[in-house]
């Protein structure tokens, strides 16, 4: 089937958008690979003994698929894609941002994107971790900022808040999406988990990218002075209305 493939239009994966989180799915035309004939591995034999090794020709994708799953981009944002025309002026220049960012990672500086509801911010935020998980093989996380605040106050007794936060010390690229949405003031222990997350990624020279409905003046007011000095530091503010 190859590149004449309907259902995968030849990227030999299918993103599949149902359930809480999008999931890659490998196509069946990746069972053509001429190496493998699809297992994603090869049998070699040295020295009178056999062994398993990925397959040059396409354990690659299945590695790359294996990023995208892990990721967690929400299912309702599987098929993003940066808008046609009729776009603002605004928008135009956050997206090309978007664009050089995952062309030249890791390269360029994170950032923070910002504007009303139903700008786009986090469809642009989801297409970054998609194209660099898929194309790139990046380990990346997409973090909703209001579920990792759920998942911190409903943590089973006994779990330290740095076990449920450690993931997102470490993953090379972290998207934390709307930041003080939800109606109400970002609290004084949500300005300190976030304060720790930045801080840690700061140190680390790690990737961030955030969503905020926030101006950059608002948004200073809101997280705090020390987590905005090191956004600021690692992020490029772009403003989408």
Known sequence: MGDSCKKCGGKKYRIDGKGEFARAVVCGCAGDCGDCGGRGF????????KSK???????KMRDN???YNRAQIPAVMAGARVKGGGAKNNYIAA?????GFITHYPEK?????YGSAGC???????LVVAELTLKQGVGCLFQDFGDLMLRLKDRSAGTSERVVLEPLFKI???????????????????????ESIVSKRHGARAKTVITTKYGKSEFETHVGDRSFSRISAMCR???MD
């Open 42 to 49: 090869l049998i070699e034999k040295k020295d009178g003994y």
């Open 95 to 99: 997206a090309q941002y978007v664009e």
């Open 120 to 126: 786009g911010k986090s469809d642009l935020a989801a």
């Open 237 to 239: 503010f772009l403003g």
């Open 65 to 67: 698929v294996k990023q």
């Open 172 to 194: 090379p690229l972290l998207v934390i999406d709307g930041v003080g949405s939800g109606g109400r003031e970002i609290t004084d222990w949500e300005k300190n988990v976030l």
């Open 109 to 113: 500086q994170g950032f923070v994107l």
């Open 53 to 59: 090794v990925s397959c040059r020709s396409c354990s």
